[in-house]
């Protein structure tokens, strides 16, 4: 009965015409209004609102947002003294525009740094740079952004810190030190921890490790994002729960920033967008449509998920999907490029997939 009634919309959906189709479908920040926010990440046209039809359909279904780039630093601070503000100032116009609440990304991360930074020898010369990244950034958009994902992915996956620039030249204090910065330039902005992988025991333990000393040290953080990159069929429920407990018992808030499921084989791990797979007759199995069996099995993971969220709707403030419709996600091109992939809720068209049916229906 479950599955024909999801039929049901769903062929009710799309004979529908296009002006009509998006108010038909429900809203998921309306479904879960009582619960947790529904957010998802923003690309520059989507910023910028070229199609008014794609702008309304974020309006509808989502009431946070993060930025996929335009806040990341080689973008944002491409030259010592250069900073290129109009992008990230145009996501908090229309964040205030659409009553959609910014989440900043990120202000401290090893990837996309400016060049200049990979050619910094010198303590105090990138001391230089982390100091004055963080003041400018955070205090730009003070009062205008809801939250800052302060550092990124600091982790290895058996819970060490990673060897990065800011490890080898800092020290292991400057993450600390990185939220006690962005606490004095940004007071009233919540401030988190975001990682992959970090729902799994090694990386958990390193992540919990990583909030003791920031709150040992007299030091603000808000909460911990848990990114969520799963693939289809390994959803690991046990593992999450686990760490939605720890995380929360900590005094945190519990997020999770960049969700999707992965559908297609891949045979590296985690979501280090250094890694590649090498493109061969089996890594795009599903060109132009999925299975109807892996539709399904998508659809099964998303309703454990948002079931799982539910029974601790106490404990998770957020979850974000990794973009708006399957085009625009990342896995489309990692870590093979060119790949055709399914990991979301709407399709290319933004058209409500059986998952979204699956989620939807557990909201109030």
Known sequence: MKNQCVVALLLTATSLPVSLLAQSIPSLKDAFKNDFGIGTCL???QIEERDPKTTAFIARQFNMATPENVMKSAL???GWDTYTFEMADKLV???QKHNIKINGHTLIWHSQLPGFVRRIHS???LRTFFTDHIKTVAGRYKGKVFSWDVVNEALNEDGTLRKSVFLQHLGDTYITDAFRLAQEASPGTELYYNDYNNEQPAKRAGCIAIIKKIKDAGVRIDGVGIQGHWHVGKVPLAEIEESINQYAALGLKVMFTELDIEVLPRNVQGA???QRMTANATSNPYPDALPDSVQQQLAADYEALFKLFLKHKDKVSRV???GVNDGDSWLNNWP?????NYPLLFDRNDNPKPAFYSVVKLGK
Do not use: A, I, K
């Not at 093979?336 to 055709?340: A, C, I, L, M, P």
């Open 320 to 322: 974000t999907f990794w």
């Open 336 to 340: 093979v490029r060119g790949r055709t």
């Open 43 to 45: 690309n520059v046209s």
């Open 272 to 274: 280090d967008v250094g």
């Open 93 to 95: 116009e229309f964040g």
């Open 76 to 78: 944002l601070h491409p």
């Open 123 to 125: 303590q105090d010369s």
